[in-house]
C-alpha cells in the first residue's frame, strides 16, 4: 500500500512521523484499557433519541389518493378470477398442493387519526404471495401469505 505524501509546509511532519503513542504499563494504559472492536463499534452506532419519530414523519409523507371505483366489466373479470381461485385453493390441502402465486393490488384506507385523509382516502398496496384461501361468498376475503384482504378493495 502506498502512501500519499505529506503536502509541502506541513507543520505536524514530526509528530505523524513519530506514529501512534504506545502505552504500556503507564498510569493512561491502567486508567483506560484498550477497547475491543465490538464495543467500540458501538459508540458510533446510530441513536434514536425520539421512538417513533421517525416512523410518524415516514406516514406524513404517504401520499394518499381517492379509492378507484371499477367499472362493471372490471368487476365482473375480477369476480372470474375469484371464483377461479377459490376453485384451486378449496381447502388446505389443494391450496398446499398447488401453490398459487399471486400479486393483488388493493386499497388500504388511511387509518392515522392525525392525518387529513383519515378514513377519507387511502393508498393502494401490492402484496405478492402464495394464496391460501378465496371465500367470496361468505367473508368476501382472500388470504395471500399472511395477509387477509376484502375481496371488495381489490383493483388488480
Request: charged share 30%; with cysteine.
Amino acid at each position: 500500500m502506498n502512501a500519499a505524501p505529506l503536502p509541502v509546509g506541513f507543520k505536524y511532519v514530526t509528530a505523524f512521523m513519530a506514529g501512534r503513542p504506545i502505552h504500556t504499563d503507564d498510569r493512561f494504559s491502567i486508567k483506560h484499557p484498550k477497547m475491543d472492536r465490538g464495543k467500540r463499534a458501538k459508540i458510533f452506532a446510530p441513536f434514536d433519541a425520539l421512538d417513533g419519530y421517525s416512523e410518524s414523519i415516514d406516514g406524513k409523507n404517504i401520499e394518499y389518493v381517492e379509492r378507484i371505483e371499477l367499472e362493471d366489466y372490471e368487476k365482473s373479470r375480477l369476480d372470474h378470477r375469484f371464483r377461479v381461485l377459490h376453485d384451486l385453493t378449496r381447502n388446505g390441502r389443494m391450496a398446499r398442493t398447488n401453490r398459487v402465486t399471486v400479486s393483488v393490488k388493493y386499497y388500504v384506507p388511511c387509518m392515522d387519526e392525525e392525518n387529513f385523509a383519515f378514513l377519507r382516502r387511502g393508498s393502494y398496496v401490492t402484496e405478492t404471495g402464495i394464496c391460501w384461501k378465496v371465500d367470496a361468498d361468505v367473508t368476501r376475503t382472500m388470504l395471500v401469505g399472511e395477509t387477509e384482504i376484502p375481496l371488495d378493495d381489490v383493483i388488480e
